[in-house]
C-alpha cells in the first residue's frame, strides 16, 4: 500500500500536518499508522474537494471541456452551451477544472494475474507517458466503456481492491477519449493525472491544463 507522511499529505492537499491529522481522525483520509495516511485515500479526497462549494460538471460537459482545451470541435453540445462552457473555463484556474471535470469517468480499481496485464491494457485508451519533460511511471491507466467494464473484469479475472495497480475509469463517451487521446495524448494525461499525489506529476499536470486554458 503507498503511504504519505503527514508532511507530504499536507503539501498535496495544501493544508496544515495539524489539518491533516483532523482529516484522517474524521476518517476523511485513511491513517495507516502514527504519522503516515494511505496515499490513495489522499488522491480520492483531492478528486473530491471543491464538491460542495463548485458544482461538477456533467459527464458530456466535462468530456466537451477537454475537447475544447484540445482544440476539438464541440458544437455537438450545442452551439450556445459550448460558448458558455469556453467562456466559463476562460475564467478557471487548472486545479478548479480539473475538480469540476471529474465526473468524465467513474474509477474503479483492481489486481489482475500479471499474464493479463498486457491485454488489458490492449483494451484500454489511455495518455502519453510524458508530461512536459516529465515520463509518466503509471502501471495500468485507461479508459474503458461502460458497459464493457463487467465483461472486461469477468474475462480477465481482475478483483476490485482500493490500492490495486489496474486503473479503469469507465465512461458513457468512449468515443470523444479516443478522439482526444489521438490529438493531444499529453492532454489526456493531464486531465488524469492533475490530482495525483505525486508532486511533480500533479504540477507538471497543472501547468498543461494552465497552457491549454491559456490558448482558448
Known sequence: MAHLTFSEAADCIGVSQRQVRNLAAHGEIGLIAR???????VSAFLRDRGQVTRRVWSEETAWAAIGALADEDISWLGASQASRLRKQMRGTGAAELASRIRNRATVHRFDGHRS??????????????????????????????????????????????????????????????????????????????????????????????????AAL
Open 35 to 41: 504519522g503516515v495516511v494511505d496515499a490513495d485515500s
Open 116 to 213: 493479463v496485464t498486457s491485454r488489458v491494457v490492449e483494451q484500454l485508451v489511455s495518455g502519453a507517458a510524458l508530461i512536459g519533460d516529465l515520463t509518466v511511471e503509471r502501471e495500468v491507466d485507461g479508459y474503458l466503456d461502460e458497459d464493457r467494464l463487467a465483461d472486461l473484469v469477468d474475462r480477465f479475472r481482475l478483483r476490485t481492491t482500493s490500492n490495486g495497480t489496474i486503473t479503469i475509469r469507465a465512461t458513457h463517451h468512449l468515443a470523444k477519449a479516443e478522439s482526444i487521446a489521438a490529438r493531444d495524448a499529453e492532454l489526456l494525461a493531464a486531465v488524469d493525472l492533475a490530482t495525483s499525489v505525486d508532486a511533480r506529476e500533479r504540477e507538471a499536470a497543472l501547468a498543461v491544463l494552465t497552457a491549454r486554458v
